[in-house]
């Protein structure tokens, strides 16, 4: 069974530091796009930040210059490092991956289950 797990949310207080992890596994030719995404109680869901597969990201501006994204691709996992949390980072944050699951297949867009990330003032 193809899927995306993610582990690393938690509580932190503002200022503080978490690291997100998302492991793909099952039978998966490739990885190609990773992102994560997040959603806020009352909230859409938003795009966080992304990646290609060669590494060219991509952040919502509101995280620039205190989140990182970064990839490992032999381990078809993709992290987000976040500094400075701020209150209004507080959201419930979800992994996507772009996966071809096949040499003759197409490419499918998968979610993780989420994980909660807390920030306290």
């Known amino acids: 069974q193809v899927q995306l797990v993610e582990s690393g949310g938690g509580s932190v207080q503002a200022g503080g530091s978490l690291r997100l992890s998302c492991a793909a596994s099952?039978?998966?030719?490739?990885?190609?796009?990773m992102a994560w995404y997040r959603q806020a109680p009352g909230k859409q869901r938003e795009m966080v930040a992304s990646?290609?597969?060669?590494?060219?990201?991509n952040y919502r501006n509101s995280v620039k210059g205190r989140f990182t994204i970064t990839r490992d691709n032999n381990k078809n996992t993709v992290y987000l490092d976040m500094h400075s949390l701020e209150p209004e980072d507080t959201a419930v944050y979800y992994c996507?991956?772009?996966?071809?699951?096949?040499?003759?297949?197409?490419?499918?867009?998968?979610w993780g289950q989420g994980t909660q990330v807390t920030v306290s003032s």
């Open positions: 996507n991956g772009a996966l071809t699951l096949g040499i003759d297949s197409g490419t499918f867009y998968y």
């Open positions: 099952g039978r998966i030719f490739s990885v190609n796009d």
């Open positions: 990646i290609s597969y060669g590494g060219i990201t």
